[in-house]
């Protein structure tokens, strides 16, 4: 507990920080590549104390996906609005200030940021983000599709997780990547083939993967295979 309370303290100071980078490069005080090098930096590290945490595999999927979008950011420009997903880590600032300072208050906050930025504002930043690659850069939307959607799945299954909801098929979402990509490319029969077999994964046979993070992998690869 003693530990709990200690890394708390230093997510919360590190990701207060990078939330008012976020602010000083919208106001350009600061350039979004240096926000983005930092969070890449606090990402990378966070890999050291990821074992002491229970939900150490989705962490390290979601951490994965988030240096790849990182690197993203970093080298393209059609990534301008990557800088909205990084607002999530409100919510870990949050999250970590009542996990050290407990008041009825930041419970509270903790769970009207999660509720209002990862379950109402990061749908729609991901449509935001994937809709702008879409129409920029389609290598882009093939390249990084999928990790820019991992982040809003995990919010979904960490907050099924914690409110025992039982939610079976939320990483079929992944299955949205190729059916856009599809349409836009006109490419009905494989557009076919995907809806057919998204809707062959909602039957029971196919929902008794064991462990969340197992389905997300599988349902990534297979969508990954049908985009290509």
Not at 60 to 83: D, M, N, R, V
Not at 148 to 167: A, P, V
């Amino acid at each position: 507990m003693e530990f709990e309370k200690k890394f708390a303290i230093y997510n919360f100071i590190v990701l207060s920080a990078s939330v008012i980078q976020n602010f000083l490069c919208r106001y350009d005080y600061l350039d979004f590549k240096y926000h983005y090098m930092s969070l890449l930096l606090y990402t990378k590290l966070d890999f050291l104390f990821m074992l002491q945490n229970p939900r150490r595999y989705s962490l390290f999927i979601h951490h994965i996906a988030t240096i790849y979008l990182l690197q993203g950011a970093l080298l393209y420009p059609e990534f301008e609005k990557y800088s909205d997903l990084s607002l999530l880590e409100f919510t870990t600032v949050c999250n970590s200030l009542n996990i050290f300072y407990k008041t009825r208050t930041t419970l509270l906050l903790r769970n009207a940021t999660w509720i209002s930025i990862r379950l109402c504002l990061l749908p729609y930043f991901t449509y935001e983000l994937l809709t702008t690659i879409l129409h920029t850069n389609v290598f882009l939307y093939v390249r990084y599709g999928h990790c820019i959607i991992t982040l809003m799945i995990l919010s979904f299954e960490w907050t099924n997780e914690l409110l025992k909801l039982n939610l079976n098929n939320i990483s079929q979402l992944y299955y949205i990547v190729p059916v856009a990509y599809q349409l836009y490319t006109h490419q009905y029969s494989k557009l076919t083939l995907t809806v057919l077999y998204w809707l062959f994964l909602t039957t029971q046979l196919c929902t008794r993967i064991i462990r969340y993070e197992n389905k997300l992998l599988f349902n990534f690869a297979t969508s990954y295979l049908l985009l290509l």
